[in-house]
């Protein structure tokens, strides 16, 4: 090779390499540039949202009157909450909540000031402190029909019980019911052979109210409200089990109806899934009363004749819906059932429930208990 040759291909490796440091500085440059803009932006967020979560004045001595609607959402109340000066940012307030998971706020008329954090104001919003006192509450007890639950909410508002029932039958009224609460009014509530659509959903609890006359769709959203934040504490647990919301309210109403005091409400719901396991039909007096819409203190046999999808003496599997509402014990024991091998139950007159593995052994307990009893 001549010397002409190899100081062009020398020349030419310089070239390279120069060109090579400039790329390297270059894309250095622009890593660095970037790494500052990221270092910016995030900076830029944060101060933004720390200044959001800090109060609007906080010098201010003035207090503002917010009322928040029954069935807010966290979006809805970020709104009025920022509409009303008392934070910076409703879109703050709604992640704040979400990160902390926050929740359970409570509707009612407050005093809040511009002078509050969001802390703070969260967690006035959970205590209800500053909150306006109640017009009424109504406490809706575990075991309650959708019958019974009309005539008490008629009772605390001075309605007639038939428009307070109607109402809460109406299929419109239903439909705008699911489309706002989608997780928990399936579908499964409309079925045919459903008796009442809201039954078993409305959660036993006391709700307090703020108006001396609220409508009915207000008093429904608060029990629906209390109904999905109960369910959806067990949506791991339901799916496990493999249990819709309907079927879940649908076997907790069964171990509702059938326990006493003393019943072990696990153990109940034991007997009732060995049952669907092996084909046997459930069985269960309350759905024979159900059926029949009556309230009695001793099924008779010709009551287990009645023509109803609701007649678990006729029909296997759970019936089409709930029975009655059912409260978190009931609800857990669906979920964790006891494992026995236990097919039989019955309850004694003073409240105790014996559990028996085959028919002959119930058939003993059951003269011994029942029948010499008459």
Do not use: C, W
């Amino acid at each position: 090779m001549t010397t002409d040759k190899k100081d062009a291909i020398r020349k030419k490796m310089l070239e390279h390499q120069n060109e090579a440091k400039v790329v390297r500085k270059i894309v250095l440059i622009i890593s660095i540039l970037l790494l500052l803009l990221i270092v910016l932006i995030s900076g830029g967020g944060y101060l933004y949202i720390e200044s959001a979560l800090n109060p609007v004045d906080a010098g201010s001595k003035k207090l503002k009157t917010v009322d928040i609607p029954i069935g807010s959402s966290v979006t809805g109340i970020g709104e009025k909450l920022e509409s009303s000066g008392i934070i910076k940012s409703a879109k703050v307030f709604k992640y704040y909540v979400k990160l902390k998971n926050e929740g359970g706020f409570m509707a009612g008329e407050y005093q809040l000031s511009p002078s509050m954090d969001v802390p703070e104001i969260v967690s006035r919003l959970k205590t209800g402190k500053v909150l306006a006192k109640a017009s009424f509450k109504i406490t809706i007890p575990e075991g309650k029909q959708l019958k019974e639950i009309a005539a008490m909410m008629a009772k605390a508002t001075k309605q007639k019980e038939d428009v307070v029932f109607n109402k809460l039958n109406d299929k419109e009224f239903i439909k705008t019911l699911m489309a706002k609460y989608p997780d928990i009014l399936t579908e499964e509530i409309l079925n045919s052979s459903v008796k009442y659509p809201l039954e078993g959903y409305l959660f036993p609890a006391t709700y307090p109210f703020y108006k001396n006359n609220p409508s009915v769709e207000e008093m429904v959203t608060a029990m629906l409200d209390k109904t999905r934040t109960i369910v959806s504490a067990y949506s791991e647990q339901s799916k496990k089990k493999k249990l819709s919301v309907h079927q879940l309210l649908t076997m907790a109403s069964l171990v509702e109806e059938e326990a006493t005091e003393k019943a072990d409400r696990k153990t109940i719901a034991s007997v009732f899934y060995n049952r669907i396991e092996k084909g046997m039909m459930l069985q269960t007096d309350p759905t024979v009363l159900y059926a029949q819409g009556k309230h009695k203190e001793r099924v008779l046999y010709e009551d287990l004749e009645v023509d109803s999808p609701y007649n678990t003496y006729q029909n296997t599997g759970l019936p089409p819906g709930p029975i009655a509402n059912a409260g978190k014990s009931s609800i857990e024991a669906s979920l964790e059932p006891e494992k026995t091998d236990y097919y039989y139950f019955l309850a004694t007159a003073d409240g105790d429930v014996i559990f028996t593995k085959t028919l002959e052994e119930h058939n003993k307990e059951k003269a011994k208990h029942i029948t010499s009893k008459n």
